[in-house]
């Protein structure tokens, strides 16, 4: 696909400069303001297609992608101007603003330089084009709280980001502190965040006067909230991403028909991802979808008023569990070092699964205690849930608790499994409940989506010798492109923590080859099929059985423990007295017998007597004509076999069944 480069024609390369002037770029470099040129703070950026868009990423001169948190990744602008002159792979230069530097940038979108008049003349500092000669970036010192983003507004940033620097000059002035203007224009860009009801802007139609809070409350408190919570926590069982956002859009919708409310909202939740802010109209059309979709809305009537709602556990185990997702998600898991000396990745991918297993069970069953969650989980069960071994789950657990991830509380009775105690920071995720009486049940609106408790992706387990199987590096792969919908390979390498060149020598060969996943160019995503083809990849890799038998043995181990202390009552008691000691006597004369085989053959080698025991030992009986037959090959003379037989004392006998074949069978045991 061809990107369109300034003046709208199809090309890679996008010079520095006006759109009407295609010179090189360093015909342009005298354009930008020197103070920025002296920051060592300038990547280089190419377009990158996402999802049939061309997105803007930020890379270094080695081709390798560059991020805004990582100071290495950056360079001088001498260096970053030089390597966009020498190669074509770029589209142009860009300037990271990071709390290390005083910069922050402005980007007002779809205006001309008149319709922004106002707002240059506020800033009254270094301006110019966006690469697209739609919008203006202005350039200012300034610093902000946070950044923010309002699709078709603009955005405004002071750290955590990158601008595109084109040269194209709107106003050429100095770089200027303007605090006082960039307060203006942040309030100017949220103006309608968390605004009383009567002074928020209209909704598309007659909707509600609810709080954000009040809408949690009602969506949590429902008879499905369960189901919401596990949506809202970025959870649940969806063929992808875009589908999971259109469902919690969905759900938001039927209490609130505020655009912003509902996009507001939905940035709160476990389901936010990078997609939202790199596709300007994405969100915008998710929650546009939901709203034109409703056939009810939600009413005030037969509601209790919810600013006397009284927060309940349940509600805070939920809150709880959310977070602990949200981290769970954003942890390094390849870099884990727990009790070791260094990190190593199979480690931590052992420890995700075990962690996930255990966050699982606290949304089930777990309770609130102070500002932790605490969940009861035995070891083996938790073992053939994270599909491990319990000596495997023992390390991981300490590993996790030098993490800092969880407390682990030896059980109190022998009878009990110990406790998980997981630090969940519950302060800031429940601060936008509310208190008060109690809440009265009410069905939630939206879809009726029966979300289960996890995520469906079962856990998968590490290669054994002389059995290759995907492993837990994989799950976590399956586990992101089930979050986020396809990606592309850079872009799942950064969100793994892999090399891209590792993904793609390593890892994605044997997702396709076991046709899991699919990739197009360079982005991968899950196939239509992908789940009937991992339970065929488990069965053919013998994870189903491994699990099978691991879930056997446990039971056992379960049932022999529980038992340890009863005698069932048909149990055969021993024998004692005289049928004790015919017993020992048939099992010495047994061995003797064998000592005395045994003896023959060291002493004479294989006889045709020593031959016939052996044979009959592993067969239990077998044809005459056939014995002869293997005796003959074996090298001995076949009509010493009969004779053999019956010195033995073994039992011959004619089968009808087998046309009257003579057969032999083994010697009967003596008894004395």
């Given at each position: ?7 709208g024609?199809?090309g ?25 040129k ?6 280089l ?12 990423e930020?890379?270094?001169a ?15 602008f ?5 390597a ?29 330089e008149?319709?922004?008049?106002e ?30 983003n ?10 955590g980001?990158?601008?595109?620097m ?34 928020r802007a209209p ?11 009040e ?28 589908e ?12 609130t ?20 802010d790199k ?34 556990k349940?509600?805070?185990l939920?809150a ?36 996930i ?22 070891r ?13 789950v ?14 682990f509380?030896?059980?109190t ?15 800031q ?13 009410k069905?939630?609106?939206?879809e ?9 992706v079962?856990?998968?387990r ?26 592309h ?6 969100a793994?923590n892999?090399r891209t ?25 899950l ?25 056997n ?5 379960r ?33 003797e ?6 003896h ?16 009959l ?6 044809r005459?004509?056939?014995l ?35 057969f032999?069978?083994?010697p ?5």
């Amino acid at each position: 696909m061809d990107l369109p480069d300034t003046n709208g024609s199809t090309g890679h390369r996008l010079p520095l400069g006006t759109p009407e002037d295609t010179g090189g770029a360093a015909g342009h470099a005298g354009h930008l303001p020197e103070d920025m040129k002296q920051d060592p703070s300038w990547v280089l950026w190419r377009y990158v297609e996402r999802d049939g868009k061309p997105t803007k990423e930020p890379y270094q001169a080695s081709r390798r992608r560059a991020k805004t948190d990582t100071p290495r990744t950056w360079t001088t602008f001498e260096k970053a101007l030089e390597a966009y002159e020498r190669d074509d792979f770029f589209n142009g230069v860009g300037f990271v603003f990071h709390e290390g530097n005083p910069y922050a940038g402005a980007d007002i979108d779809d205006v001309t330089e008149d319709q922004a008049e106002e707002w240059l003349d506020r800033f009254d500092s270094y301006a110019e084009m966006s690469p697209s000669g739609n919008g203006l970036h202005i350039i200012i010192k300034a610093d902000l709280r946070e950044g923010t983003n309002r699709r078709g507004l603009g955005e405004l940033y002071s750290s955590g980001r990158f601008f595109t620097m084109t040269g194209n000059v709107v106003r050429d002035l100095p770089v200027r502190d303007a605090q006082d203007a960039a307060e203006e224009y942040y309030a100017y860009l949220r103006k309608d965040d968390q605004k009383p009801p009567d002074q928020r802007a209209p909704a598309s139609f007659d909707s509600p006067d609810l709080e954000d809070s009040e809408i949690l409350r009602l969506l949590e408190d429902a008879t499905n909230g369960h189901e919401f919570a596990m949506i809202y926590a970025g959870l649940g069982d969806f063929p992808s991403g875009s589908e999971r956002d259109l469902s919690l859009a969905n759900r938001i919708a039927f209490y609130t028909q505020d655009a912003a409310q509902i996009e507001r909202i939905m940035r709160g939740s476990g389901c936010a991802r990078e997609k939202w802010d790199k596709h300007r109209t994405y969100l915008r059309d998710t929650v546009r979808k939901a709203i034109g979709g409703l056939t009810d809305t939600y009413s005030r009537g037969g509601v209790t008023n919810l600013c006397a709602v009284r927060r309940s556990k349940k509600s805070d185990l939920r809150a709880g569990v959310r977070e602990l997702v949200r981290r769970w998600w954003d942890y390094d898991w390849a870099r884990v070092v727990g009790t070791g000396k260094g990190p190593h990745w199979m480690r931590g991918h052992t420890c995700r699964d075990v962690m996930i297993v255990l966050i699982e069970a606290a949304a089930k069953h777990g309770r609130i205690v102070g500002e932790t969650i605490e969940v009861s989980l035995g070891r083996r069960k938790l073992a053939l849930r994270a599909a491990t071994s319990t000596r495997t789950v023992h390390k991981a657990i300490r590993h996790l608790e030098a993490e800092e991830w969880l407390e682990f509380r030896p059980p109190t009775s022998e009878n009990k499994p110990g406790v998980y105690v997981m630090r969940a920071t519950l302060h800031q995720v429940l601060s936008m409940s509310t208190r008060g009486g109690n809440l009265e049940e009410k069905e939630g609106g939206g879809e009726d989506l029966r979300a289960p408790s996890s995520t469906k992706v079962p856990r998968l387990r590490w290669s054994a010798p002389y059995v290759p199987r995907l492993g837990k590096h994989n799950c976590a792969i399956i586990d992101r492109l089930l979050r986020e919908g396809a990606m592309h390979v850079d872009e799942l390498a950064e969100a793994t923590n892999k090399r891209t060149r590792d993904l793609l020598r390593r890892n994605l060969p044997k997702l396709e080859a076991a046709g899991i996943v699919s990739r197009e160019d360079n982005t991968v995503g899950l196939t239509a099929d992908w789940r009937e083809a991992l339970e065929r990849k488990r069965e053919a890799d013998g994870e189903i059985e491994a699990e099978e038998r691991d879930r056997n043995k446990y039971r056992e181990q379960r049932e022999n423990y529980r038992n340890r202390d009863k005698t069932p009552a048909d149990e055969v008691p021993p024998l004692k007295g005289r049928e004790k000691m015919a017993e020992i006597l048939a099992e010495r004369m047994k061995e003797e017998e064998e000592q005395r085989i045994e003896h023959q053959r060291q002493k004479v080698g294989t006889t045709a007597e020593t031959f016939i025991y052996d044979k009959l030992k592993a067969l239990g009986r077998i044809r005459l004509e056939l014995l002869k037959d293997v005796y003959a090959d074996a090298g001995g003379d076949p009509r010493h076999v009969l004779s053999a037989a019956v010195r033995l004392g073994c039992r011959i006998e004619r089968l009808p069944e087998y046309g009257n074949e003579r057969f032999i069978y083994p010697p009967a045991e003596r008894v004395a």
